[in-house]
Structures are given as C-alpha cells and as structure tokens.
C-alpha cells in the first residue's frame, strides 16, 4: 500500500499497541472488600465475592492472574489507600488487565470516588473495570462506557447535593452554638453535643494577642513577644506571623461562626452567624 514512511510508523504503533490491549483485554484481576459491619449483618464475606469473581472468569475465558481482597475495609476508606488496591494499581505497570469485582461499590461506598477512581487510577493504566453482577458496568464496552458517563453525571450531582447537606447541616448546627466540623480552636473545648466552651487560661492569651494588635504591633512582633515569653499554640508549637493571622481573624472568637461555599456552578455563598458561641473578645 502506498503511503509516507510517517504513515506507516503510526500504522505500527497502533497495531502494536492494540494487539497489546487485546492481549491485557483477556487477563484479569480480582479485587474483593467487605467491611467487619458488611460482613455480619448481609453475610456476603470474601470467600462469596471470590467465589462469584472467578467462576464469571471462567465463563468469560479469562487468564484470572490473582484474587486480592481488604478484608475489615470501611468502604469510606479511598482505594488508592487500601493495601489490596494499591498492589492492583502496582500489577498495572507490568501491564493492563481486566478488574473484575463483585459490585460496583467494592471500590468506594461513595459514587464520586468510586467514579474517580476508575477514571484517574484504572482508565489511566488501561485497567478495565467489570463487575460480576451488574453487567451494565463493563468499561470495556462502548455501552458500558456510555452507562459509566451516566453514572459520572450522577456522582456529579450527588456532589452537589453533600455540599447542600453540609451547608444546612453546618448552619444548622451554627445556629444551636456547636461546631460542625474541625476540631475546637485554642481558648475553646468541645462539649460532648458539640457546642464550644470557653478555656479561660487559653482565652487570656487569646485576648493577650487582641491586645497587642490594638497596640499596634505586628505579626511578626506579636509572634516573637509571645515566643520569648514562653506561650505555646495549641499543639505546642512556636507561634508565627500565620497562626497570630489567624487567631485575629477567627470570627469564633468574637462569638460568630461562619462558613465560605463554592457551588459547582461557580456561586458562591458566605455565611456568618453571630452569637453562635461564647466570645472571647469584645468585637
């Protein structure tokens, strides 16, 4: 066939590399989890997720390589952290695959990561993805894939509705005088229900810090005064022109909360509630 040397180099590198892809294409992995609550409430344990994972190889004709599991794995936990997952994600480099898993789900209980991780972690390695009993999820198929973007669009959305939950459920909570999130900042404990109290041997070096802002000293200044006097932040650790920034810009302790959320579609809404917890300073 006529053509330019250019051409025919292309030619190569695509038969060369969609012979490769036929080749992985009839391999696959297994991957199973199940999680301590999973397993003793429904029963479906490793020894059932294997079980159905290798007699569908073998209906399929597969080259089954390995079956590897995280046993008592919250599926919370993100996939790429597991140590079962990242031995597949290894196994990748030495050549693409077909993963099989029992349900969807094993890779993460919620959607977004779940599609995530196909996207970023398996796509990217040309692992495709297939589960035992839902035959819609087939990566490897054009309708599979068209399902799959579905599914993204799904996880999208869902996305958008946490970020609402979160916000309600923040502001919510703002409102009764707790802290929805995070950890009680210095001169503050968090109670059992989660509303905040007021430490008044952190809060006098809180209003130390207000103090000499009012006096005019800069960070820095106010960093080193506190530093050579021996005061410690909360963890311990040396106090900075960062951590004085953000003592003075906490909204906590002048008694407000407040919140800054993004929307997918670029909105974006503050939120402030005063009087939701005990003010250290006067504002």
Not at 35 to 44: I, L, R
Not at 61 to 81: C, F, H, K, N, Q
Request: hydrophobic content about 40%; some cysteine.
């Amino acid at each position: 066939m006529a053509g330019s040397a250019r051409a025919a180099r292309k030619l190569a590198r695509a038969k060369s590399r969609q012979a490769s892809l036929q080749a992985s294409s009839r391999r696959a992995v297994g991957y199973c989890r199940v999680s301590t609550e999973e397993q003793a409430a429904h029963g479906f344990g490793l020894e059932i997720q294997e079980s159905a994972i290798r007699a569908f190889a073998v209906s399929q004709g597969y080259e089954m390589l390995e079956v590897l599991a995280d046993r008592g794995i919250s599926g919370a936990t993100l996939p790429a952290e597991r140590q079962a997952f990242g031995r597949i994600l290894e196994m990748a480099r030495e050549g693409g695959f077909v993963l099989l898993v029992w349900k969807f789900d094993r890779l993460a209980r919620n959607l977004r990561h779940a599609i995530t991780t196909v996207h970023d972690e398996l796509l990217a390695r040309d692992i495709e993805l297939r589960s035992v009993t839902e035959a819609a999820i087939d990566t490897g198929s054009p309708m599979g894939r068209m399902i799959f973007a579905i599914f993204a669009g799904m996880a999208e959305g869902e996305r958008e509705t946490i970020t609402l939950r979160t916000k309600s459920g923040r502001i919510a909570k703002g409102r009764k005088g707790g802290l929805a999130c995070g950890s009680a900042p210095l001169g503050y404990r968090r109670r059992e229900d989660g509303t905040l109290q007021v430490v008044e041997g952190e809060a006098r070096l809180i209003r130390l810090i207000f103090a000499l802002r009012e006096d005019g000293l800069l960070l820095r200044q106010i960093a080193d005064r506190l530093n050579a006097d021996g005061h410690r932040g909360l963890r311990g650790g040396l106090w900075r022109p960062g951590t004085v920034q953000y003592v003075l810009e906490n909204e906590k302790y002048r008694g407000a909360l407040e919140w800054v959320f993004e929307g997918a579609d670029g909105a974006i809404e503050h939120v402030h509630v005063p009087g939701a917890v005990e003010a250290i300073v006067c504002r």
